[in-house]
């Protein structure tokens, strides 16, 4: 019989040729993995100051363009620390994060005050609203609202207009109000007549309380009054005890038989 020359190899019959070829591609793939490896090790971390700037970006905070009116500047200053604590933005660079977003007189009052600002010891956030609070509170601006608060009374507004006013006012007159009594007892005393009543029996003890309840004698008295309207549209249409009773024209004259 003749031998079998043509027999195919099987991974036992590899030639030493084909073993040096393998060996050289594992060689080469081993190497490639370590070179990767060493690039991504050595790759530079990611720029932590930019993306804090971009998280604070995305979240659209507003620009202070230095308005006279105090409660711009405190919602302002109320709406940046909030951005500033979801993002984490470290304290020694909310100053230059919070003055990218100055605008008109504020960007200006910075331009020409910033510098030197910058250089007082211990200069930080703080000491920023400090700054701007001193600048634009004008000592006129905060009498005024002062006395507003002093004088204020729910009158025809609503329970959360009165509500939201009341605490813009707050900040300007800490003295009337230094704590959580005086507050709700100044809060009581500007209500409408039937709202101070029932708060004056219930006593609630935290401002909080006293506007939960509120609201909700306000809300009543509307749904009360809206019944009430309701019910005199309905007497009117059909006739009721309200109807109108005919009047005679005194230019016409009556003939007796």
Known sequence: MAPLRNRARTPETLTNEQLAQNLHQLTQITQALSDNLLHNNTRPPPNE??????????????????????????EWIRTFNKISEVVGCPGERRVELATFYFG?????????????????????WGTLKARLREHFHPAHVRAAMYEEFLHLKEGIATVVEYHK??????????????TEATKVEKFVAGLNFKAK????????????????SAADLYWVQLLQRGVQEQ????????????????????NVKTTHT
């Open 49 to 74: 100051n930019h993306d804090v700037a971009r998280h604070v970006s995305n979240h659209r905070p507003p620009t202070f363009a230095g308005e006279e009116d105090p409660t711009i500047l405190e």
């Open 104 to 124: 008109h007189e504020a960007d200006l009052w910075w331009v020409h005050e910033g510098l030197d600002l910058r250089q007082e010891l211990g200069f930080n």
């Open 165 to 178: 006013r009341f605490l813009e006012l707050t900040r300007f007159a800490h003295v009337l109000v230094p």
């Open 197 to 212: 009543k029932a708060l004056t029996v219930s006593k609630p003890r935290t401002l909080n309380k006293a506007y939960a």
């Open 231 to 250: 019910a005199k549209r309905r007497n009117y249409g059909s006739g009721g005890p309200n109807f109108k009773k005919t009047r005679s024209d005194p």
